[in-house]
């Protein structure tokens, strides 16, 4: 979770409230760091209120799917890991609407408006999604590939 208040917290109300009937396992960082208060985890749903660099690699690299934001450094992450994702962009960020709603085109990642989020909704729509996930082989190609899409993100920008 993260984003400017209140959507960080309305995004956060939205997945705890569904969540609590969900039969799988779930991690969710609340994107809350320094934050003292704890919310109690289960055995089958944790929750942390920020992790490190490398909790947060660790714990991605666990998840069938990534439930986010689609901020630019989580996309590339995200990304790089050849991870399966539920983009839920932050309303009113237009960069973060843009750039889920073209990863959703080009069969990258799923991208689900805020208002209209619902976990079990997500997660069906995810399963049957047609990922296309680009291909990370090596440092080179991982340059390659984002310059780009950078590239096309550009000239879609100014076009």
Not at 41 to 52: A, E, G, P, Q, W
């Amino acid at each position: 979770l993260s984003g400017p208040e209140p959507q960080r917290s309305i995004l956060e109300n939205k997945i705890i409230d569904e969540v609590s009937h969900y039969n799988g396992t779930a991690t969710i960082v609340r994107g809350l760091p320094g934050h003292t208060t704890l919310l109690p985890s289960t055995n089958m749903i944790k929750f942390y209120n920020h992790v490190s660099a490398h909790e947060f690699n660790d714990e991605m690299m666990k998840a069938e799917f990534i439930i986010s934001r689609s901020g630019y450094s989580t996309v590339m992450d995200a990304m790089t890991l050849q991870k399966k994702c539920i983009f839920i962009p932050t309303p009113g960020q237009t960069e973060q609407e843009y750039l889920g709603t073209l990863l959703m085109k080009k069969g990258m990642a799923l991208c689900v408006p805020q208002q209209d989020f619902s976990l079990d909704r997500a997660l069906s729509l995810a399963k049957e999604f047609n990922y296309q996930l680009p291909p990370v082989a090596d440092d080179q190609l991982l340059k390659k590939s984002v310059e780009r899409f950078l590239s096309q993100f550009a000239v879609s920008a100014l076009g």
